[in-house]
T-cell receptor, first 113, second 115 residues
Framework: GQNIDQPTEMTATEGAIVQINCTYQ??????LFWYQQHAGEAPTFLSY????GLEEKGRFSSFLSRSKGYSYLLLKELQMKDSASYLC??????????????FGTGTRLLVSP | GAGVSQSPSNKVTEKGKDVELRCDPI?????LYWYRQSLGQGLEFLIY????????KSGLPSDRFSAERTGGSVSTLTIQRTQQEDSAVYLC?????????????FGSGTQLSVL
């Protein structure tokens, strides 16, 4: 099965840059996802990497290294509203042919003024 | 609707009672998923529907848990004889993709508290 590890909590200041790391172990690779979840709200899709390298979307970028089983989410010009949990997730192929999305425990990011 | 809708948003029940949680996915989304999120834990996969059928029920924790989906739309997750360890947020998600997980659209969840 999948094993996904990410830090439990991180803190940063407004305007700074923060990198949230995720390592995964998988028997077959089918992409790596990042979701954002504000307290009490639904997780929302941020990014999906299937090839090595950095993908940039505005203030958020996601990096993948398949050979190292490693990804990170980079948040630039932090804003207070970026305080949330960031969930790393990877698909696991089941016997039925279905891919279920396996999530890490999430990294809670606290942005302070 | 505009998004995935779940009801109730909060449910408090006594140990041993049955509960039903409802999920109304985004119109046209064929795939529907139930996840459970306990305090300090990652999202735990429960069950997946493609249309009205559930090809993967591997995540259901015990036979007290069951789910159904009708009309390729609304889904109900039923927990019988609830136990305190069932307390968690139950999240539903839908996707327009068949057998793929990218871009799941989640509801805000049902916070279940078993006293």
């Amino acid at each position: 099965g999948q094993n996904i590890d990410q830090p439990t909590e991180m803190t940063a200041t407004e305007g700074a840059i923060v990198q949230i790391n995720c390592t995964y172990q998988t028997s077959g690779f089918n992409g790596l996802f990042w979701y954002q979840q504000h307290a009490g709200e639904a997780p929302t899709f941020l990014s999906y990497n299937v090839l090595d390298g950095l993908e940039e979307k505005g203030r958020f970028s996601s990096f993948l290294s398949r050979s190292k089983g490693y990804s990170y989410l980079l948040l630039k010009e932090l804003q207070m509203k970026d305080s949330a949990s960031y969930l790393c997730a990877a698909p696991e192929l089941m016997n039925t042919g279905f891919q279920k999305l396996v999530f890490g425990t999430g990294t809670r990011l606290l942005v302070s003024p | 609707g505009a998004g995935v809708s779940q009801s109730p948003s909060n449910k408090v029940t006594e140990k041993g009672k049955d509960v039903e949680l409802r999920c109304d996915p985004i119109s046209g989304h064929t795939a529907l998923y139930w996840y459970r999120q306990s305090l300090g834990q990652g999202l735990e996969f429960l069950i997946y529907f493609q249309g009205n059928s559930a090809p993967d029920k591997s995540g259901l924790p015990s036979d007290r848990f069951s789910a159904e989906r009708t009309g390729g739309s609304v889904s109900t997750l039923t927990i019988q004889r609830t136990q305190q360890e069932d307390s968690a947020v139950y999240l539903c998600a839908s996707s327009p993709y068949r057998d793929r997980n990218e871009k799941l659209f989640f509801g805000s969840g049902t916070q279940l508290s078993v006293l």
